[in-house]
């Protein structure tokens, strides 16, 4: 640490960084912040040749250790609403790296792929300053946390802890899980990508008008091609790059598929995220992977992606904070259970031991007469799908603001079912990962979508969770997955279920003119909802 102060300069703040420092730790409901002093525009060696830049940031009381982080993002943003500075005030030492291509060398940005040496790089560089002794965490959240698991995996003996927040492990799955291009959520972020150059005050404005600009783009069936050039002009993109690799065994997507390296992990590892996110699934499996074999810790909220940003924030920042920081110091964290739960539709957060809870399996069964029963009914329904007229997804965007989440748009259209039920006659308490059973059967290759809504007793409608699945031509049975979820139904709700063959703009339908018959034979469907007991409810 002394070769370090002697070759690089520390200097306070300036005075408008520490009151942002202040004003977010309050919002953020952290202890009061501590002192601090950074240094910018650290040039760190890579093992090519080139150089990463990187800030790091020296609290005024002596640090438990040393938190490693990397982002596109910018110079002192940690990880979205927990930047260095505000980690620096809670008694963390913090290096911030940023992303190879996002600093200004000129070098082009390629996402994912080069995330994992180069935070390998810097931790090389971190030991050689700090020595092989030094606690050192990891903190990633969303594509931070892509890298924090690899390094995690790398150096399994090594890292102290990690703290991973809404992050993939698996572009792949995240990119084409579904069989089909998910081009809404990752057009979404290659518009956020392609302007990490721009000064802050610009990219903000443009994070701003991204609801109007997303929905004046894919307001119509569009390629990837197609909507990058609308949204983003000539500026890098590559979301059309990944939209061409459908394969998963394509050699390209090696590196970006994390999955049986979690195997690897050994460090206390706190896994968190919204459960509307739509990485939620993925980091709920690094949860059950981790969890078998070390100390892992689960935080799930309502939230969506871009809420870690807002609503989520408060909540996360806390338990990164007091993770790390006592990891760090050798002291374990203080937790009353593994999994803490922020429930949709409570106000009070649920300590567990496992997820998902224990469940008890209640089972729905759609009718010929459009109703959600407790029998199973006879017969075949069809709807006609039209790939020139997708049916809209009718949800809120995947990974910025805006969005509808309501079932309005769906109303009155001929391209899909729709089921629902009585009102409930008692709250209930729905946790888990909901499954559609279905006998479905299709004249040509498309996709089955199933998405499950609440209706209140005013008659106000909102998305609960989705499913969707590439289909080949043919009848099958098959189970399909819902998102997971956490939420308190009140009485007098009743559930609505929707079958449908498409989800445009989250997923692009294939491609053709001729529209598909879908056929569901209705006893070989069902719903599947777990259904948390309420003594487990009020636990």
């Excluded at 065994?249 to 590892?269: E, F, I, K, M």
């Excluded at 029963?373 to 603001?401: K, V």
């Excluded at 309501?406 to 109303?411: I, R």
Aim: proline share 11%; net charge positive.
């Amino acid at each position: 640490m002394n070769r370090f102060r002697a070759a690089i300069s520390l200097a306070p703040p300036g005075p408008a960084a520490r009151l942002a420092d202040r004003l977010l730790a309050r919002w953020l409901a952290l202890p009061p912040a501590n002192g601090y002093r950074v240094a910018h525009r650290l040039a760190l060696p890579r093992r090519d040749g080139g150089r990463l830049s990187a800030a790091w940031f020296e609290p005024d009381t002596a640090p438990p250790g040393t938190v490693l982080a990397l982002t596109p993002y910018g110079r002192e943003e940690a990880a979205l609403a927990l930047p260095g500075g505000v980690l620096a005030g809670q008694g963390l030492r913090v290096l911030v790296v940023r992303a190879r291509g996002t600093d200004g060398s000129g070098e082009p940005f390629t996402p994912f792929r080069h995330d994992a040496d180069d935070l390998e790089d810097a931790y090389r560089w971190l030991r050689k300053i700090l020595g092989e002794s030094h606690p050192v965490a990891l903190f990633g959240a969303s594509y931070g946390g892509f890298a924090a698991l690899a390094l995690a995996a790398q150096r399994p003996e090594e890292i102290a802890a990690a703290a991973v927040i809404a992050a993939p492990h698996d572009l792949y799955r995240a990119l084409w899980g579904a069989g089909h291009f998910a081009l809404e959520g990752w057009i979404t972020w290659s518009d956020v990508a392609a302007r990490l150059h721009e000064p802050w005050p610009l990219r903000l404005w443009h994070f701003a008008t991204l609801p109007r600009r997303l929905a004046r783009t894919l307001r119509r069936r569009t390629t990837p091609e197609e909507a990058a050039r609308s949204l983003l002009g000539t500026r890098p993109n590559p979301c059309a790059e990944w939209s061409r690799r459908p394969a998963a065994a394509d050699p390209y997507w090696r590196p970006l598929r994390l999955g049986a390296l979690l195997r690897a992990v050994r460090c206390p590892t706190l896994v968190a995220g919204g459960l509307a996110d739509p990485f939620a699934a993925q980091f709920l499996d690094q949860y059950r992977t981790l969890s078998g074999r070390r100390a892992a810790a689960l935080t799930l909220g309502p939230w969506r992606h871009w809420q870690l940003l807002g609503r989520g924030a408060a909540p996360l920042a806390r338990e990164t904070v007091a993770w790390l920081a006592a990891h760090l110091a050798g002291a374990g964290a203080p937790r009353h259970a593994p999994v803490h739960l922020h429930v949709r539709g409570s106000n009070r957060p649920r300590w567990l031991t496992e997820w998902p809870p224990p469940a008890e399996v209640q089972t729905w069964y759609p009718r010929a007469d459009g109703t959600l029963g407790d029998s199973p009914d006879a017969g075949w329904l069809r709807f006609t799908c039209d790939p020139r007229d997708p049916t809209p997804s009718a949800a809120p965007w995947l990974l910025a603001p805006g969005g509808k989440a309501g079932d309005e748009p769906l109303l009155g259209r001929a391209d899909l079912l729709c089921f629902t039920s009585p009102p409930l006659t008692a709250p209930r308490l729905v946790a888990g990962r909901p499954r559609a059973v279905l006998h479905h059967g299709a004249d040509r290759p498309g996709a089955v979508r199933v998405r499950l809504s609440a209706v209140d007793s005013r008659g106000r409608s909102r998305l609960l969770a989705e499913g969707y699945r590439a289909r080949r031509a043919g009848a099958a049975r098959l189970t399909l997955p819902l998102d997971p979820l956490a939420v308190r139904l009140p009485a007098g709700t009743r559930l609505r279920l929707w079958v449908a063959g498409a989800s445009f703009p989250r997923c692009i339908p294939p491609d053709g003119e001729t529209p598909s018959e879908h056929r569901l034979a209705l006893p070989g469907c069902r719903l599947l909802l777990p259904v948390v007991a309420a003594d487990s409810e009020k636990s």
